[in-house]
């Protein structure tokens, strides 16, 4: 039986971190907002119409079976050994988990750049308030962050480019995600993103260069990055490289 992945249509969002683990692992799976019942059986399960244990707080979240599991960390933990996107012993398991709940983190700092008041508010009423949250962001938090990363993938004991190990795993492509949003949101202020951390660079161009992830793009079936998702580009909270 085919997963199914349940998230917003038309936007990448936090689906997105859950699509490119399916994708490079050429799962089956059906993401259920592109099919005619979509919107209607996700509403279903938020409204707790599949019983107790199966609503979900909010999308993402994923249908293997009967179980349902929601949060993109907890997706990944729970996909991350039946792809082969994740090192089989425990200690690795539970660091790459650690990993993913810190890009968390950091996804939601980055929501909260346009959206810095009330998600209940339009970003135009929180337009000032979002210039002063983003300098900050671009300032001390991107830096805190992918810097954190950059020295990751340098201390791997397994030297091989990648945050873990010696295997891709999905760390890596939500590291590639991530990239890939700061490039579209901040073009201006991640001018030098690859002079700052080339590490982090470096694995983003070994992902987007996988035969699976490459495919992927091209296909169509990415939704580009837009106004209505997590990543989003306005021009006045970019500035130049700091």
């Known amino acids: 039986m085919a997963y199914e992945l349940y998230y917003w249509d038309g936007i990448q969002g936090r ?9 490079e692992a050429g799962a ?3 993401d259920v907002a592109q099919s005619g019942a979509g919107a209607q ?3 279903e399960y938020l409204h ?3 019983g107790y244990l199966k609503t979900p707080f909010a999308p993402p979240f994923l249908r293997d079976g009967d179980l ?3 949060h993109v960390a907890n997706i990944l933990h729970y996909l991350g050994p039946k792809l082969g996107l994740v090192p089989p012993d425990e200690a690795s398991r539970i660091y790459a988990h650690g990993l993913q709940l810190t890009i968390a983190d950091f996804v939601a700092e980055v929501h909260d750049t346009h959206h810095p008041i009330s998600t209940a508010d339009y970003y135009e009423d929180q337009r000032e308030e979002a210039k002063n949250r983003t300098k900050a962001f671009l300032k001390h938090r991107v830096p805190k962050f992918i810097g954190y990363f950059n020295r990751l993938i340098g201390a791997n004991p397994g030297r091989s480019g990648l945050i873990l190990g010696t295997e891709l795993s999905y760390v890596d492509l939500s590291l590639f995600q991530l990239c890939e949003g700061l490039a579209y949101a901040f073009p201006r202020a991640m001018a030098n993103f690859d002079q700052d951390y080339p590490l982090v660079a470096a694995l983003r161009d070994k992902v987007r260069d996988r035969p699976a992830i490459a495919a992927y793009i091209k296909s169509g079936r ?3 990055l837009n106004e209505s998702g997590i990543f989003r580009h306005y021009p006045e909270l970019d500035q130049d490289p700091g």
Request: glycine share 8%.
């Open 15 to 23: 689906g997105e971190f859950v699509r490119l683990a399916l994708e």
């Open 28 to 30: 089956d799976y059906l």
């Open 41 to 43: 059986k996700m509403m």
């Open 48 to 50: 707790g119409r599949h």
């Open 68 to 70: 349902v599991i929601s």
């Open 222 to 224: 990415r939704i580009p």
